[in-house]
C-alpha cells in the first residue's frame, strides 16, 4: 500500500546561502499545510540532489497554505538526516496571524 501522504519535491526547496561550514539556509513555498509539512518524511526527497541536500543543523525558512487565506510561515531547524529514517525537522520559530 502506497504512502499518499504531501512530500517535498526537490526542485521546491531552494538554497538561499551556502556555506562550506556551518548550516545553510533553505526556502520552501508550498500550498500544503504546516502540519503536512512538519509530517514524517515530508522532506526525504531533498537529502541528497545536483547542488548537494539538508544537512543537519540547516534551516528553512517556509511559507505554508501559500496559496489560502491564510498563509502560514515558519523557520525549521534539520534535527537530522538519515538515509533509511529519512529527514527530521523541528520549529524553531513560528508566526501566527
Not at 20 to 34: A, D, F, I, R, V
Not at 56 to 75: Q, W
Request: charged content about 25%; glycine content about 12%.
Amino acid at each position: 500500500m502506497k504512502n499518499h501522504s504531501p512530500r517535498a519535491e526537490r526542485k521546491s526547496v531552494v538554497r538561499l546561502t551556502e556555506t562550506s561550514q556551518g548550516l545553510n539556509l533553505w526556502g520552501h513555498t508550498t500550498s500544503h499545510s504546516l502540519k503536512d509539512v512538519l509530517g514524517n518524511g515530508y522532506f526525504n526527497e531533498c537529502l541528497s540532489g545536483r547542488y548537494g541536500g539538508l544537512m543537519r543543523h540547516d534551516r528553512i525558512e517556509v511559507t505554508a497554505s501559500a496559496d489560502g487565506e491564510k498563509p502560514e510561515h515558519a523557520t525549521l531547524v534539520i534535527a537530522g538526516t538519515d538515509p533509511q529514517g529519512g529527514v527530521s525537522v523541528h520549529v524553531l520559530n513560528r508566526t501566527k496571524k
